[in-house]
């Protein structure tokens, strides 16, 4: 089965530091492994996606994510984080039990930026 | 551009109580889906309707019914609701044969039953 784990349910980064939010996988074939980010009150939001080539993806506002395959991971990255980069990130991976447009979400990691 | 809406926002209910949540998206998407987010656990998948006329059912689909009459619109019904049932709902959409494209996801139906 297609799983994703997010083994931080929070990180804390001051205003300016480079933050990561760690993310692994397992999945039987290649993975289409996915960010998104979730401010308060709202729906979740599409980052950015890796399917295939250049190991180092690059998103929206500024982050990037980098799939390393040794280690099934894809951990989300900024160089220099921002108050407004606070929020809840999910990764989430194709699972093609329900057919090949279905998500598994892991469980989340709330990011906090401390100014 | 409104994207996927959701309504109503909130909603509270009594337990045994029935209701409806309704999703709209005016994309022209084929694929809909129906999660629940819970602390903890992220969002697990309830029903999803991959073109109008067609619903299947996802990871946690128990005491929930959707119904995809039209191409545009998602209903997921609450027949007789549950307080474990009290959570927070989104809808989402994408396009059919892309599964390297994201879901677009409204803003959510925050219910709770008492």
């Known amino acids: 089965a297609q799983s994703v784990a997010q083994p931080e349910d929070q990180v804390n980064v001051a205003e300016g530091n480079p933050l990561t939010v760690k993310c692994t996988y397992s999945v039987s074939g290649n993975p289409y492994l996915f960010w998104y980010v979730q401010y308060p009150n709202r729906g979740l939001q599409f980052l950015l996606k890796y399917i295939t080539g250049d190991n180092l993806v690059k998103g929206s506002y500024g982050f990037e994510a980098e799939f390393n395959k040794s280690q099934t991971s894809f951990h989300l990255k900024k160089p220099s984080a921002l108050v407004s980069d606070s929020a809840l990130y999910f990764c989430a991976v194709r699972d093609w039990r329900f057919g090949n447009e279905k998500l598994t979400f892991g469980t989340g990691t709330r990011l906090t930026i401390i100014p | 551009n409104a994207g996927v809406t959701q309504t109503p926002k909130f909603r509270v209910l009594k337990t045994g109580q029935s209701m409806t949540l309704l999703c709209a998206q005016d994309?022209?998407?084929?694929?809909m889906y129906w999660y629940r987010q819970d602390p903890g656990m992220g969002l697990r998948l309830i029903h999803y309707?991959?073109?109008?006329?067609?619903?299947a059912k996802g990871e946690v689909p128990d005491g929930y019914n959707v119904s995809r009459l039209k191409k545009q619109n998602f209903l997921l019904g609450l027949e007789s609701a549950a307080p474990s049932q009290t959570s927070v709902y989104f809808c989402?959409?994408?396009?059919?044969?892309?599964?390297?494209?994201?879901?677009?996801f409204g803003d959510g139906t925050r219910l709770s039953i008492l």
């Open positions: 309707s991959v073109g109008e006329g067609t619903t």
């Open positions: 994309m022209n998407h084929e694929y």
């Open positions: 989402a959409s994408n396009e059919q044969g892309y599964s390297n494209q994201p879901q677009h």
